[in-house]
């Protein structure tokens, strides 16, 4: 864990990162796999890593918040993660879990089926991790002693972001691009903002829901998912074939319905299909196209789309409720 210079909206800080890299790598592994990761704390301040959602058995010292279920680790200090992976399988996330830290210190984790076990749906082409965020231009980590201090709400954020970048939305950013091939790829989705409730879209797609929180669920396709903080969804994306250099945005604006302030501002990106080898003519290029979006209090397209999470509750993957 190290600090390192990043620029977004026109401001350069000092975050903490992994590695030196934001968004921060991938955990990948297999259902059963026994995992050994090693922190080093070469930060100023006490910290540790959190596994959000991974089913910790017999070795819940290694998740949860700060001075519950584990220590932090001190600065200049190292700690030694040990655990397995249980009858999981999807996408669930890894962040920081003392303070704010986790505005910069977070990233994904790709649990891939046991070797021989096929998906309930399609096989995609690739995997494509979708890191939804926020950006503050302010130190957080004063924001929130401010508002423990005061009993207030902590200040909104700047920005949401895509994979750490806010978008061409915003004043002084960066433009977000994917580019894929033309195929059926899964996009891991993972709101790591702190406080708020996404939509996510993008224009002229449709995308099928097949997995939340590392659990598979009965299939549904929609053209915008709604996705909580802490939440990860996998979605396949079929991309479209004849679209040689279209453009495509890809949206997330935030979902709220309570009386406190938030961000209502939208972070984007781009999907943009490439232009074939065998194809020069550069009058096929289309304007960027953007999606239609529910406005930022529609409780009946959230209700809706929740409803349509079910467990695939069959044989081989059976809902199996805690007792």
Known sequence: IQMQNVTRLCQTMSIVTVNGLFPEPRIIAREGDRLVIKVVNNVHCVLHVSRHGVRQLRSGWADGPAYITQCPIQTGQSYIYKFTINGQRGTLFWHAHVSWLRVTLYGPIVILPEKGVAYPFPQSFKEVPVLFGEWWKADTEKLISQAVLTGGAPNISDAYTINGLPGLL???????????????ETSQCVNAALNDELFFSIANHNLTVVEVDAVYVKPFKTDTILITPGQTTN??????????NASFLMSAPPYATG???????????????????????ESNKFPLL???????????????FVKKIRSLANAKFPANVPK
Do not use: M, R, W
Request: hydrophobic letters at 20%; one cysteine or more; glycine letters at 4%.
């Open 170 to 184: 915003y004043n002084c950013s960066a433009k977000g691009e994917t580019k894929e091939d033309l195929s059926i």
């Open 259 to 281: 009386p406190s302030s938030f961000d209502n501002s939208t972070t984007t990106g781009i999907l943009k299909y490439h232009q074939p080898s065998n194809n020069t003519n």
């Open 235 to 244: 979605v396949l994306l079929k991309t479209k074939h004849f679209h040689p």
């Open 290 to 304: 953007k999606p239609k979006l529910p406005i930022f209090n529609d409780t009946s397209f959230g209700t809706s």
